[in-house]
C-alpha cells in the first residue's frame, strides 16, 4: 500500500534526527515566561509562542509538533555556537543546521528550512521580531531551486519562451504540510491595507482543491455549510483527461475562517453580494486569463513572504493537488481524494507520482 499512502510518501515530511515533541518539553518554561526574556526574543520563552501561532495555521496537529521538533534542535545548535536569542542568529549558522547531516534526504533539508523560516514569521506575527529573516534565501537544496521566476505571475512573456518537450517539463508536485503551515502563516503578512486578508482567501479556496481558473469564480453564495461549490472546467481538445468535474469541496477550519475574516472586512466597507466574485473584482469574465492571473498573484504573494517561490515545482496548483492527496493512505481512499480534485483516479495517480522535484529533475 506504500505506493498509494500520499501522505507518508510525498505529504508529512520528517526529520529522522529530531523525534516529534513539543517546545514545552523540559527546558522550556511550564508557566507563562518572564516579558523580559520574551521581547528579548530567548528561546526558552518564544518557542511555546512560535508552536501556538502554528497552531493557529496548521493542517495537522503532527507537523506542528515535528516543525517544533526541528526548531528545538535549531535552538539548541544556536545555543552551542553562543547565540541565546533569534535575532542574534546568523544565515550561515541556519544553513549549516539545514545540511548539518550528510546522508539528510532532500525533504528533510526543505522541513529544516521551512520551519526556522517559519519561527521567523510566527514570531514577526506575534510582535516579536523586525527586520529581514537569516532565513530569506537560503536554498536548503543547492542547485535545486528556479532562479528565474522570482516576481514573475502567470501571464508574464506569454508566448515568447520555447515549450519544451513533454519529457523535459518540470510538473506541478503537491505541497507538503509543512508548506502549507508556511504558507497560510505567510498570508497574514501578504495582505494590504486594502484588502489584509484578500491572499488568505485565494489560499484558501486553492487549498480547498479549487485551479486558478476555478478560484476568481467561486462566488460568495457557493459557501455554506462548511462547504464550498466549484465549477470545473471543460476539456482541452483531444484531451478529455484535461477535464475537471463541477463539485462540492469541504473546507477546513483553516480555510472556512479565512474567508469568513475576508468576508467580514469586505462588509466593513459594502454589503457582500452573494453573486459577487470572492476574490476578483475586474471588469473580465470570471473565467478570463485576468481573473486567473488576480487569483494566482495572491497566492504567489505568500509564496514569496514564504520563502518557497524558488521551489522548483510549487505554486498555485500544488496546493490543489495537497487537498486531493492529503487523505490518500490506501487505494480506497485514491478516489475520495481524485472526486475532491474533480478528476479520475489513475488521473491524480499519475499527477502526483510525476513529482517534478522529487531528485529526478532539476530546474534549467
Not at 44 to 61: H, K, R, Y
Request: net charge negative; hydrophobic share 40%.
Amino acid at each position: 500500500m506504500t505506493d498509494y499512502d500520499y501522505r507518508r510518501t510525498y505529504i508529512a515530511r520528517a526529520d529522522p534526527t529530531c523525534p516529534a515533541q513539543s517546545t514545552t518539553a523540559p527546558g522550556s518554561p511550564a508557566s507563562a515566561p518572564d516579558p523580559e526574556d520574551l521581547y528579548a526574543g530567548t528561546f526558552a520563552a518564544t518557542l511555546p509562542v512560535i508552536e501556538a501561532v502554528w497552531a493557529q495555521v496548521s493542517p495537522d496537529p503532527a507537523t506542528t509538533a515535528t516543525m517544533a521538533a526541528v526548531l528545538v534542535h535549531l535552538a539548541e545548535h544556536a545555543t552551542a555556537g553562543g547565540f541565546t536569542t533569534w535575532d542574534e542568529i546568523p544565515s550561515e549558522l541556519i544553513t549549516r543546521f539545514i545540511g548539518r547531516d550528510k546522508d539528510a534526504g532532500d525533504d528533510t533539508r526543505r522541513l529544516r528550512k521551512n520551519a526556522a523560516h517559519g519561527a521567523y514569521l510566527a514570531l514577526r506575527d506575534a510582535g516579536l521580531f523586525e527586520g529581514p529573516s537569516p532565513t530569506e534565501g537560503i536554498d536548503p537544496v543547492p542547485g535545486a531551486v528556479r532562479a528565474d521566476q522570482r516576481g514573475k505571475h502567470l501571464g508574464d512573456a506569454a508566448g515568447k519562451r520555447k515549450r519544451r518537450p513533454y519529457v523535459d517539463r518540470v510538473h506541478v508536485r503537491a505541497a507538503s504540510d509543512d508548506e502549507i503551515l508556511v504558507i497560510r502563516l505567510a498570508t497574514r503578512l501578504a495582505g494590504t491595507t486594502r484588502a489584509s486578508g484578500l491572499p488568505a482567501a485565494a489560499v484558501a479556496i486553492c487549498s480547498s482543491s479549487a485551479t486558478t481558473t476555478e478560484a476568481p469564480q467561486v462566488l460568495w453564495r457557493h459557501l455554506q455549510d462548511h462547504n464550498m461549490d466549484l465549477a470545473g472546467r471543460y476539456a482541452d481538445t483531444g484531451r478529455q483527461e484535461t477535464a475537471i468535474a463541477a463539485r462540492t469541496v469541504h473546507l477546513d477550519h483553516w480555510a472556512e475562517e479565512a474567508l469568513e475574516d475576508w468576508r467580514q472586512e469586505k462588509s466593513e466597507v459594502r454589503p457582500v453580494d452573494p453573486h459577487g466574485s470572492i476574490l476578483y473584482n475586474g471588469a473580465q469574465d470570471l473565467d478570463s486569463l485576468s481573473a486567473q492571473v488576480s487569483a494566482d498573484k495572491q497566492v504567489r504573494k505568500a509564496l514569496q513572504i514564504a520563502d518557497l517561490d524558488r521551489e522548483v515545482g510549487l505554486s498555485a496548483g500544488s496546493l490543489r493537488m495537497w487537498a486531493a492527496a492529503r487523505h490518500v493512505t490506501t487505494f480506497a481512499a485514491l478516489e475520495a481524494g481524485a472526486a475532491t480534485a474533480g478528476i479520475e483516479p489513475l488521473t491524480l495517480l499519475r499527477q502526483i507520482t510525476q513529482q517534478g522535484d522529487r531528485g529526478f529533475l532539476r530546474y534549467s
